[in-house]
């Protein structure tokens, strides 16, 4: 089983940059294909980013293309999330989540199985 700890939230101005990370416990990481989330206080959760177990496909919310990075180190056991030129409107509560879905489904929060339990971005206009 793994378990997924997020960290590297806070509060940046404006234009500023944050990495996320999300540490896994357990052997089997490199098995998942791994995904951020985020939620907003009073909007859905959304998709931000997913990467498969191999890193041969990385997809983006087109909110965030350009801007954010997506990134997996397998022999750490550790997935990234390098946020840039932030925006005010990317306030929200973000999650890291493994999947062992098809990568057509990785951007469907029903195809995670294992959840983090988010670390809080807010962006200061």
């Given at each position: 089983q793994?378990q997924?700890?997020?960290?590297?939230?806070?509060?940046?101005?404006?234009?500023?940059?944050?990495?996320?990370?999300?540490?896994?416990?357990?052997?089997?990481?490199?098995?998942y294909?791994?995904?951020?989330?985020?939620?907003?206080?009073?909007?859905?959760?959304?998709?931000?980013?997913?990467?498969?177990?191999?890193?041969?496909?990385?997809?983006?919310?087109?909110?965030?293309?350009?801007?954010?990075?997506?990134?997996?180190?397998?022999?750490?056991?550790?997935?990234?999330?390098?946020?840039?030129?932030?925006?005010?409107?990317?306030?929200?509560?973000?999650?890291?989540?493994?999947?062992?879905?098809?990568?057509?489904y990785?951007s469907?929060?029903?195809?995670?199985?294992?959840?983090?339990?988010?670390?809080?971005?807010?962006?200061?206009?």
């Open positions: 793994v997924l700890v997020e960290s590297g939230g806070g509060l940046v101005q404006a234009g500023g940059s944050l990495r996320l990370s999300c540490a896994a416990s357990g052997r089997i990481f490199s098995s294909s791994m995904g951020w989330f985020r939620q907003a206080p009073g909007k859905e959760r959304e998709f931000v980013a997913s990467i498969t177990w191999s890193g041969d496909r990385i997809d983006y919310a087109d909110s965030v293309k350009g801007r954010f990075t997506i990134s997996r180190d397998n022999a750490k056991n550790t997935l990234y999330l390098q946020m840039n030129r932030l925006k005010p409107e990317d306030t929200a509560v973000y999650y890291c989540a493994a999947s062992g879905a098809d990568s057509a990785l469907d929060y029903r195809a995670y199985a294992l959840w983090g339990p988010g670390t809080q971005v807010t962006v200061s206009s």
